[in-house]
């Protein structure tokens, strides 16, 4: 079945330093690739998502390419800020299919 | 506009009460679903539903049991709960944007179960 797997955490930064998370996916169609964000205490948000090979999904600062030859989806930013802090999830859903499997999630926190 | 409302935020049950999770959307979606969110587990998926007077189960459905009467609500009620059932729940509903299904999620509950 329709599998993600991230990178596990958590992950410690200092502010303005250059984040990367990686994941990695495994599907037997065409999915769409999603980043969701979790804040401290709140439901899961809509980061950024790509529909199809090579798209680009961006947001606040994030990005993430959908790279089909290497099954991936890792996002990255920049430079972090304090506010940054918070769980990540990479997600996909299959080609038609409206339910969504996520990854074990990603605890990010940035100190000043 | 208000979302996706859950009820209640925080719920200590003994083991065997029951007990239901009510959850309603105020944006026409027609999809809708209940995950659980363990530490270090991530997201499954317990119930969900195309529309009124359909559901279906997902990965982890035992112990569960949900309806869909309206568009707008989306209970989950728990019979005979056990330790295991100790999680945070989480309802969503979605729409389609650019060929994807985009969740929109509730605030969640934290059911703790003793």
């Known amino acids: 079945g329709d599998s993600v797997t991230q990178m596990e955490g958590p992950v410690t930064l200092s502010e303005e330093a250059f984040l990367t998370i990686n994941c990695t996916y495994t599907a037997t169609g065409y999915p769409s690739l999603f980043w969701y964000v979790q804040y401290p205490g709140e439901g899961l948000q809509l980061l950024l998502k790509?529909?199809?090979?090579?798209d680009k999904g961006s947001n606040k600062g994030f990005e993430a390419t959908y790279r089909k030859e290497t099954t991936s989806f890792h996002l990255e930013k920049g430079s972090v800020q304090v506010s940054d802090s918070a769980v990540y999830f990479c997600?996909?859903?299959?080609?038609?299919?409206?339910?969504?499997?996520f990854g074990a999630g990603t605890t990010v926190t940035v100190r000043a | 506009n208000a979302g996706v409302t859950q009820t209640p935020k925080f719920r200590i049950l003994k083991i065997g009460q029951s007990m239901t999770l009510q959850c309603t959307q105020d944006?026409?979606?027609?999809?809708m679903y209940w995950y659980r969110q363990d530490p270090g587990m991530g997201l499954k998926l317990i119930y969900y539903?195309?529309?009124?007077?359909?559901?279906d189960k997902g990965e982890v459905p035992n112990g569960y049991n949900v309806s869909r009467s309206t568009t707008e609500d989306f209970p989950l009620r728990l019979e005979l709960a056990a330790p295991s059932q100790t999680s945070v729940y989480f309802c969503?509903?979605?729409?389609?944007?650019?060929?994807?299904?985009?969740?929109?999620f509730g605030a969640g509950s934290r059911l703790t179960v003793l």
């Open positions: 969503a509903s979605s729409f389609r944007e650019s060929g994807a299904n985009v969740l929109t």
């Open positions: 944006m026409n979606h027609n999809y």
């Open positions: 997600a996909l859903s299959d080609l038609g299919d409206y339910k969504l499997s």
């Open positions: 790509a529909t199809k090979a090579d």
């Open positions: 539903s195309v529309g009124a007077g359909i559901t």
